[in-house]
């Protein structure tokens, strides 16, 4: 009979789908008591000084540029308590059949009380040319316990505006969330238990498929990043806190993140004000204040850095904790870090 091990061995020798030791020699399952441990003691060090230390559960870098240390000095010097840092992979590896990075072991191996170890950024090529591949990939380190949540998948992403900028157009993507990439990634966060982070732009036209989805698969773990930012107005006129309130009432397991845009970012493409959250004197509407505050658990802390724009981690925290501050006591702390623990480990923070 084939052992285990061997058996492990001889699946991770297929090189679409592993570019890691395999997991009966490293033992790369993450031991999740020790790890909950040192989160747990760096947050409550940093709540002993009597600040906030939110866990920014979306940010993503090139693992072969990334300096770790530095963003683990950052997140020290700013009293971050945690970053969940996933690797976006590149057409270099797509081409060496690369399907899932070890990124987040070694980040693991050397930082394991300030990172999160999250899958890989679900971008072109890899969600566009092979899908199953990687997703089958991600689904396998999530199953040998490797990472503690998915990556964000761009299921309809314009180009940002840092790309639009350089005249970037790759990551105008497209990837229809009710085909099959879209079934098997809903699936994958039903199987696994895993939360997965969607970019998808607020459209019209795109709401009716994501509700389907939602009532589909009633267990898939969704984060929709970038509450409220909506890049084109006139493409989305059903979308509204109260629209926001709806889905937040009739699909329990929908999260939104809170990486927007500040009050005067505009979008350069349509020139307009992405982030909607915002009032013209600086301060979160009304509806948006009311929302959150109807419905504290859905909404996460992020910082939504990228390898063009961890240098800058500083404003970005800056701008963050300006958002946090206009927000409740309490809330704040659920919306720091109370509520990202909850999703990571499907407990209170204690
Ligand atoms: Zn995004």
């Given at each position: 009979m084939i052992s285990r091990r061997r058996l492990l061995q001889s699946f991770c020798a297929l090189p679409s789908l592993c570019a890691w030791p395999a997991v009966g020699q490293t033992?790369?399952?993450?031991?999740i008591e020790q790890l909950k441990s040192g989160y747990k003691q760096r947050l409550k060090k940093i709540l002993a000084t009597g600040t906030l230390p939110y866990i920014d559960i979306e940010s993503s870098c090139n693992p072969g540029r990334v300096d770790i240390r530095d963003i683990a000095k950052d997140l020290d010097r700013l009293n971050i308590g945690l970053m969940a840092l996933s690797s976006d992979l590149g057409r270099n590896q797509f081409d060496k059949r690369?399907?899932?990075?070890?990124f987040p072991q070694r980040l693991m191996a050397e930082y394991a009380d300030r990172f999160i170890p999250v899958g890989n950024g679900g971008q072109p090529p890899f969600l566009t040319e092979a899908a199953d591949e990687f997703l089958e990939a991600q689904e396998a380190a999530a199953r040998q316990k490797a990472i503690l949540m998915f990556g964000e998948y761009e299921l309809r992403h314009y180009p940002s505006p840092r790309q639009v900028k350089r005249g970037d157009?790759?990551?105008d993507v497209e990837v229809i969330i009710d085909g099959p990439t879209g079934q098997r990634l809903f699936s994958m966060s039903e199987k696994t238990g895993l939360a997965f982070q969607i970019h998808y732009e607020i459209e019209d036209r795109f709401l009716p498929p994501l509700e389907k989805m939602l009532a589909q698969y009633p267990k898939a773990r969704v984060i929709w990043c970038h509450v409220a930012q909506v890049r084109f107005s006139e493409r989305a006129s059903q979308y509204s806190a109260a629209y926001v309130d709806g889905l937040i009432r009739r699909f329990p397991n929908l999260y939104f993140d809170t990486a927007f845009g500040d009050a005067s970012s505009i979008y350069p493409v349509s020139g307009?004000?992405?982030?909607?959250?915002?009032s013209d004197n600086g301060d979160i509407k009304p509806e948006w204040r009311d929302l959150i505050a109807a419905h504290p658990g859905r909404f996460l802390s992020a910082l939504d850095l990228g390898q063009d724009r961890l240098h800058r981690i500083a404003e970005y925290d800056q701008k963050h904790r300006h958002f946090l501050s206009l927000l409740p006591e309490s809330i704040r702390h659920e919306v720091g870090y109370r509520n990202a623990w909850k999703l990571l480990f499907n407990e209170e923070f204690a």
């Open positions: 033992r790369a399952g993450l031991d690369i399907r899932y990075d070890d157009t790759d990551r307009q004000r992405h982030s909607r959250i915002w």
